[in-house]
């Protein structure tokens, strides 16, 4: 039996197939940004959140919208501002005069994918709501408590540019999503390519169609065959060693850390690479997969001395040097 059966379901022998199918037409579709489709995916097969950053025009948004392409469930997009309300996300009460009630009319957040773009704009409140509803997936109005749908993804985005006017999130909210992702602007050749993709579709009036349509049923399987993935001892180890030195007060990056990431850090890093070796078509998760997810993981996790900012350091050069200091089995 190859790697590859040996992750499918029985009753849906081509479910890893069809994810990696859908992953190729997002990467046609996503020039230049393939790692973000990449985290796409594995946040929709491990069910969690994501965190985005980058300079506008990377294609955070269509990136999102072509998922819910290809997942049968609502999307919706908020752009967070200033002024914008908790209500405004969750939704709120309305009265009706005919008999005299309150009727909860649900917000944009009741939708199977959320984009909450720039989420840095909007206040501590809006914020709060959002990620509430993202860990505990449901949401309180009054004395009454709405669940979420089951599926539910959200890709909150931030534009690290423009500082102004924006209200930067707080380290404990931060760490509910499952990973941070930063993108950067994309080399000549996949740029050549996304000029030639946006010619063709200002040329055409037919949409695009994904060659693979998933049912919500799909990714709950494919969440299950995802846990499945076996992972080594030594592997495991491995991988908390890694999330332990970040903590270690005499570790290789001490001097420069501040606070270490925390438990929900192992759990994201687990599933992240359980995800990466089932989509990857593997059965078995490897020190490569932990090390795959280990930068969007702890980026947002791991709280950096004074000393380091001073000195210019950043996170992604610390799990560096985690990555090289950490023996590998």
Same mark, same amino acid.
């Given at each position: $039996?190859?790697?590859?059966?040996?992750?499918?379901?029985?009753?849906?022998?081509?479910? *890893?197939?069809?994810?990696?199918?859908?992953?190729?037409?997002?990467?046609?579709?996503?020039? @230049?940004?393939?790692?973000?489709?990449?985290?796409?995916? $594995?946040?929709?097969?491990?069910?969690?959140?994501?965190?985005?950053?980058?300079?506008?025009?990377?294609?955070?948004?269509?990136? =999102?919208?072509?998922?819910?392409?290809?997942?049968?469930?609502?999307?919706?997009?908020?752009?967070?501002? &200033?002024?914008?309300? &908790?209500?405004?996300?969750?939704?709120?009460? =309305?009265?009706? &005069?005919?008999?005299?009630?309150?009727?909860?009319?649900?917000?944009? =957040?009741?939708?199977?994918?959320?984009?909450?773009?720039?989420?840095?704009?909007?206040?501590?409140?809006?914020?709060?709501?959002?990620?509430? !509803? $993202?860990?505990?997936?449901?949401? %309180?109005?009054?004395?009454?408590?709405? &669940?979420?749908?089951?599926?539910?993804?959200?890709? *909150?985005?931030?534009?690290?540019?423009?500082?102004?006017?924006?209200?930067?999130?707080?380290?404990?909210?931060?760490?509910?999503?499952?990973?941070?992702?930063?993108?950067?602007?994309?080399? %000549?050749?996949?740029? !050549? @390519?996304?000029? *030639?993709?946006?010619?063709?579709?200002? @040329?055409?009036?037919?949409?695009?169609?994904?060659?693979?349509?998933?049912?919500?049923?799909?990714?709950?399987?494919?969440?299950?065959? *995802?846990?499945?993935?076996? $992972?080594?001892?030594?592997?495991?180890?491995?991988?908390?060693?890694?999330?332990? !030195?970040?903590?270690?007060?005499?570790?290789?990056?001490?001097?420069?850390?501040?606070?270490?990431?925390?438990?929900?850090?192992? =759990?994201?890093?687990?599933?992240?690479?359980?995800?990466?070796?089932?989509?990857? @078509?593997?059965?078995?998760?490897?020190?490569?997969?932990?090390?795959?997810?280990?930068?969007?993981?702890?980026?947002?996790?791991?709280?950096?001395?004074?000393?380091?900012?001073?000195?210019?350091?950043?996170?992604?050069?610390?799990?560096?040097?985690?990555?090289?200091?950490?023996?590998?089995?």
């Amino acid at each position: $039996m190859s790697d590859q059966q040996s992750v499918e379901s029985p009753t849906q022998p081509n479910l *890893a197939r069809r994810f990696q199918e859908c992953q190729r037409w997002l990467g046609s579709r996503i020039l @230049g940004q393939q790692a973000l489709v990449d985290r796409l995916l $594995m946040a929709l097969v491990t069910g969690g959140h994501l965190l985005v950053e980058g300079p506008p025009g990377l294609a955070k948004t269509r990136a =999102i919208k072509e998922l819910a392409s290809i997942v049968h469930g609502d999307f919706h997009r908020i752009q967070f501002t &200033p002024d914008l309300l &908790p209500s405004d996300v969750t939704g709120t009460e =309305i009265y009706r &005069p005919q008999d005299g009630s309150f009727v909860f009319q649900q917000g944009p =957040i009741f939708n199977n994918v959320l984009l909450a773009d720039e989420v840095n704009r909007a206040p501590a409140k809006v914020q709060s709501a959002l990620l509430e !509803a $993202m860990a505990e997936g449901q949401v %309180s109005v009054g004395r009454t408590t709405y &669940p979420l749908p089951e599926l539910f993804m959200v890709m *909150a985005t931030q534009n690290p540019i423009e500082q102004e006017g924006t209200y930067p999130l707080p380290e404990a909210q931060l760490d509910r999503f499952l990973m941070h992702v930063e993108v950067n602007y994309p080399d %000549s050749d996949a740029e !050549a @390519g996304i000029l *030639a993709l946006v010619r063709a579709e200002q @040329g055409s009036t037919e949409m695009a169609e994904p060659p693979v349509q998933l049912s919500q049923q799909d990714v709950f399987d494919a969440r299950q065959a *995802a846990l499945a993935v076996y $992972m080594a001892d030594s592997v495991e180890r491995y991988l908390i060693a890694l999330v332990q !030195a970040t903590r270690a007060a005499d570790g290789p990056v001490a001097r420069y850390v501040d606070f270490g990431a925390s438990p929900r850090a192992t =759990i994201a890093l687990d599933q992240c690479a359980r995800a990466g070796a089932w989509l990857a @078509g593997r059965d078995h998760a490897t020190p490569a997969d932990v090390q795959a997810a280990a930068h969007d993981v702890l980026r947002h996790r791991v709280l950096l001395t004074f000393e380091a900012d001073a000195q210019g350091i950043t996170s992604n050069q610390v799990i560096d040097e985690l990555l090289n200091e950490v023996p590998v089995p």
